[in-house]
């Protein structure tokens, strides 16, 4: 009996158990699932709800009016160095070289001695020469006496007509054999002096080619059979070539022919390395007809180089300034952007950023030349970051800044 009673006690127990706790944990499901369908209804609504509250933040530029100037107008162009004078050194004579009187690349003057040739053989003829002018003076001084006596026979009836003629063509023999002999001398002494190379003018010496000891050939006319010793170039002053196009060409005569004067053949010159043209020079040259291939017309200016810097070779940049000015807009280089072959400037309006198309020129006080497509009024954008055109921004008004114009790029 106490065996059955206790099961049945237990199974009782075991149910009051399962119907005491059922309902708490069907309604904890049912809690859960409320806040999770809340949290799946609600946090979308917030999300959505949050950017309306906070305002998005402006972008602030920095911007600025155009300045306006009235400039002359300039001509650029590329050239090239070249010495005014040039000079292949040749030996005009043969024989041994036996002196050179310069280290390669030296700058000589006039006259200094560069080559010696050895000048053995040349100086026997023309002691030769001045052997034979003293037997043809001495003939002759004898042709002189015997004619003279020859004539005072005539006059006392001692001698003959035929005698006086005779002594009169031995003295103008004697005559052509003194003039000959004298030639002669001074076509030894031509070849002589030519053993000895002088410098044709001031210049820089290139390098020798040509080493003491050798054989060298030469003749008085030159030519491939002479032997090359060396080349010399003048450095001060010196020419700077350039090509003006024939749109430059029309634009700089009209120009120079309403403005006449010094200043219409100066020329400023910067270096490759150089960012101002500090250097001046004299426009010289302009060749008297247009290349039919290329459309341009050859010119050349002389540049005075005290310094020794310019070098023939050497490029630099050529600027022609013209009289005749016009009103221009500037703005600064970083303002202009380029798109494939346009130009744009950003400028604000009404809070938001515009393109404006422009065409532009070389640079002036430090700033872009823009000859159209943007107005006086316009705010031109200057600074700050990046924008898209089509944003809307915040403006602060800047200043264009213009630097000097003398001498700059």
Not at 248 to 275: P, T
Not at 310 to 325: A, D, I, K, Y
Request: hydrophobic share 40%; proline share 4%.
């Amino acid at each position: 009996m106490d065996k059955t009673f206790t099961n049945s006690t237990a199974e009782s127990g075991g149910k009051q158990g399962s119907a005491k706790h059922g309902p708490k944990l069907y309604a904890g499901i049912a809690a859960l699932i409320l806040v999770v369908v809340a949290a799946v209804v609600v946090a979308p609504k917030l999300s959505h709800s949050a950017p309306v509250s906070a305002a998005a933040p402006t972008t602030v530029i920095t911007v600025a009016p155009p300045l306006e100037r009235d400039i002359h107008g300039r001509l650029q162009f590329l050239g090239q160095f070249s010495a005014v004078d040039q000079v292949e050194l040749r030996a005009q004579v043969g024989g041994t070289l036996t002196y050179i009187g310069f280290k390669d690349g030296d700058v000589v003057r006039k006259g200094a001695l560069l080559f010696t040739i050895d000048p053995t053989p040349y100086q026997i003829k023309f002691d030769e020469g001045s052997a034979q002018i003293a037997t043809a003076r001495a003939r002759l001084e004898l042709a002189k006496a015997e004619l003279v006596r020859a004539r005072t026979l005539q006059t006392t009836d001692a001698g003959t007509i035929e005698n006086v003629e005779q002594r009169s063509a031995e003295q103008r023999s004697a005559q052509a054999a003194l003039d000959e002999a004298e030639a002669q001398v001074r076509d030894a002494k031509f070849d002589l002096d030519r053993t000895r190379v002088y410098a044709p003018f001031s210049g820089r010496m290139g390098a020798h080619l040509v080493s003491v000891g050798n054989l060298v050939s030469g003749n008085r006319g030159g030519g491939s059979s002479t032997t090359l010793l060396a080349t010399i170039v003048s450095i001060d002053p010196i020419y700077l070539n350039f090509d003006m196009s024939e749109g430059d060409y029309l634009n700089f005569q009209r120009d120079r022919a309403s403005h006449k004067g010094a200043l219409a053949n100066k020329v400023d010159i910067a270096l490759s390395d150089e960012n101002r043209f500090v250097r001046h020079g004299t426009l010289n040259f302009l060749d008297n007809s247009l290349d039919r291939a290329s459309g341009t017309i050859h010119a050349r200016a002389t540049v005075p180089n005290s310094d020794l810097l310019l070098t023939p070779g050497e490029f630099g940049r050529v600027r022609l300034n013209l009289q005749s000015s016009h009103e221009v807009l500037l703005v600064p280089d970083a303002a202009v952007s380029v798109d494939q072959t346009d130009h744009i400037v950003l400028v604000a309006a009404d809070g938001v950023l515009n393109e404006k198309q422009v065409q532009t020129g070389d640079l002036r006080y430090g700033l872009r030349v823009i000859y159209s497509g943007l107005a006086p009024s316009d705010r031109v954008v200057i600074g700050g970051p990046p924008v898209a055109p089509g944003t809307k921004v915040s403006a602060k008004a800047g200043t264009i800044i213009a630097g000097s114009d003398e001498g700059s790029d």
